[in-house]
């Protein structure tokens, strides 16, 4: 057994606010701190017009293809298509990739380690709908994680 944190996404938390993409983007911008561009963050806060609501989605691994899956999402009775939640960049999309040079982008957890109180979007969302928590996951789970993640 091992011990992996991660940050869990509670949507019906999520006022809007984006503090969490001013935050990420401003800890990646060279220098660091230095500018806010939320096409640089690696959290990005999307929003349903008609039911009113905020889902906040981290950058996952790149792919080099379009992905073949096209299932729907329901939520408070709209349809959402796959890629609504997706945390990949990939070429279909300009999503999670860094707008000068269309690299892909993917949370780092704010550095390896990441910060004991944890990563940065999760300590400035005033509302907890990002946490930050460890769990204990098996080692065969543990490296098909990793592989998610890379």
């Known amino acids: 057994m091992k011990i992996v944190k991660t940050i869990k996404i509670d949507a019906d938390k999520c006022t809007g606010c ?18 806010v561009n939320s096409k640089r963050s690696r959290i990005r806060v999307f929003w349903d017009v008609e039911n009113d609501l ?25 349809e959402y298509d796959e890629c609504s939640f997706c945390r990949a960049s990939c070429p279909s999309r300009d999503l999670f990739k860094e707008p000068d040079a269309d690299i892909p982008l993917k949370c780092d957890m704010c550095g390896e380690p990441p910060p004991p109180e944890g990563p940065l979007c999760v300590t400035w969302c005033l509302y907890e709908a990002l946490t930050y928590f460890e769990r204990e996951v ?3 789970e543990e490296e098909e994680e990793e592989m998610r993640n890379q």
Do not use: M, W
Not at 20 to 28: D, K, L, P, R, T
Not at 54 to 74: F, K, M, S, W
């Open 18 to 35: 984006r503090s969490c993409e001013v935050i990420c983007s401003a800890f990646h911008a060279e220098p660091k701190y230095s500018i």
């Open 138 to 140: 098996e080692e065969e």
């Open 54 to 78: 905020y889902v906040p989605i981290l950058a996952g691994q790149y792919t080099d293809a379009e992905c073949n899956g096209r299932h729907i999402t329901i939520i408070k009775g709209k």
